[in-house]
């Protein structure tokens, strides 16, 4: 996949739950060729990654989140989106993260380093979403030093998965739904997609999200 293909899958990567005009995806995208807009979002949706429906007599496009493909992909573009910011002190994350002591977790960036609004005195906030058979606090046991210790400190919050849904799902305002409307993901790309996927299959619509 291109760079400019990544970038305009990025932007339905990052909220599933919104339908985009071409006019809106061709502003946001920051794409400079209409036709090569036109052609990638085509070939997206060919290959069942982008829904395009018709409200009215204009065309919508969305994340196809109910395709496995769809959720692959669009995991890894979020992934690769995370890596390549280089404000994020990518080392200090990977050291966080050989720590882990589970397989198949999500580790995301949120909070003011997601938005690349952090100051000196910020915490470096870091979610990591972990299966459902997991106990909490030996992740934190065993993360919890390093993290303070980084400079600067990594301020940690640790999940299961269904707490993790249960909080999007909530009609409340929560961190959960901060996460879902603000972050940077390093791993766990195609996981963190199935939960959303089925969050939105339940309700989910990014109300409240920030």
């Known amino acids: 996949m291109l760079n400019k293909q990544a970038n305009i899958l990025e932007h339905l990567a990052k909220e599933p739950w919104k339908r985009y005009t071409f006019t809106e995806l061709f502003k946001i995208s920051k794409t400079k060729s209409r036709s090569y807009l036109s052609l990638t979002l085509n070939r997206f949706v060919e290959d069942n990654i982008i829904a395009k429906e018709l409200v009215g007599r204009i065309p919508v496009y969305s994340l196809n989140i109910a395709s496995a493909k769809a959720r692959v992909f669009a995991g890894f573009v979020l992934e690769y989106t995370g890596w390549r910011k280089r404000h994020i002190l990518h080392k200090d994350m990977e050291k966080i993260m050989t720590r882990i002591p589970t397989k198949g977790y999500v580790f995301i960036i949120t909070g003011s380093y997601a938005k690349n609004k952090q100051v000196n005195e910020s915490d470096i906030d870091t979610v990591v979403i972990?299966?459902?058979?997991?106990?909490?606090?030996?992740?934190?046991a065993e993360l919890a030093h390093v993290c303070e210790m980084n400079i600067p400190p990594v301020h940690l919050y640790v999940f299961r998965n269904n707490e993790f849904l249960e909080m999007l799902l909530s009609r409340q305002a929560n961190y959960g739904k901060e996460i879902a409307g603000n972050n940077l993901i390093l791993a766990g790309g195609e996981i963190y997609m199935n939960i959303i996927m089925e969050a939105m299959q339940n309700g989910f619509t990014g109300k409240n999200t920030y």
């Open 130 to 140: 972990v299966d459902d058979s997991v106990e909490v606090k030996s992740i934190y």
